[in-house]
């Protein structure tokens, strides 16, 4: 009896130790980072606090450590502007996730993570069809090639890249109301929202997204200008 209650205890020291552990197997594209320190970064506010950091070894890295509570995390070398590598942004949250740096870097594990990547993917598509176009534009510039109708032409196209873009915002948002992919992205794309999107956003949101303290200090704010 004695041995069955110990075995019993250690099972449920076991379960609760895994409900709060978070595993990131990592892999990088540029074996030059190997040697080098990645960062966990958290996300607070508009600052970055770095959480822990993992050598990267044999083109691989890894994290492990306990959790409390999910939170806006990022992967990051601390350099992005002198290296061609992207930061991962991503949920920090209980389980496996896999995260691989590259040119474009993601994290998938898990629902949110998951959802998380695909539309970093297809951000990601717009973002290189915008650069390209700036790209020319300057060429133009640069070779004496602009003309009235080649600077409507980019114009209309940039317009066109961006509001694609910001639909695609509004509509990752709009299905992911309630969990903390949904309030990330709603954090990174509501200025480029309409007030009234941003209203019909938080009316609809559920309980994970209207608690979350920015989206509180937004919603305050708002109703503070509307009042004026």
């Not at 114009?155 to 992919?181: C, I, M, P």
Request: with cysteine; net charge negative.
């Amino acid at each position: 009896m004695k041995y069955f209650l110990i075995c019993i205890f250690a099972v449920i020291l076991v379960s609760c130790s895994d409900n709060k552990t978070y595993i990131i197997n990592g892999r990088v594209a540029d074996s030059s980072l190997n040697g080098r320190y990645i960062y966990l970064q958290q996300v607070v506010g508009s600052e970055l606090v770095t959480y822990d950091s993992a050598l990267v070894e044999e083109d691989k890295f890894r994290f492990k450590g306990a959790l409390s509570e999910p939170f806006f995390s990022e992967l990051t070398f601390g350099d992005t502007k002198k290296s061609n590598y992207s930061p991962a942004v991503f949920i920090l949250e209980k389980g496996k996730m896999e995260a691989y740096i590259d040119t474009f870097s993601y994290v998938r594990g898990g629902v949110a993570n998951n959802n998380l990547a695909e539309y970093y993917a297809q951000t990601h598509y717009y973002d290189q069809k915008i650069k390209y176009l700036d790209q020319q534009h300057e060429r133009n510039i640069e070779e004496g090639r602009v003309s009235d109708s080649l600077s409507m032409a980019f114009e209309g196209w940039h317009r066109l890249y961006s509001k694609e873009k910001t639909d695609l915002a509004l509509q990752f948002v709009e299905k992911n109301n309630d969990n903390l992919a949904g309030v990330l992205v709603f954090l990174q794309n509501f200025s480029n929202f309409t007030r009234e999107e941003v209203r019909n956003i938080l009316f609809y949101a559920g309980p994970v997204f209207k608690n979350d303290k920015a989206v509180k200090v937004l919603e305050e704010y708002m109703e503070k200008t509307e009042k004026k």
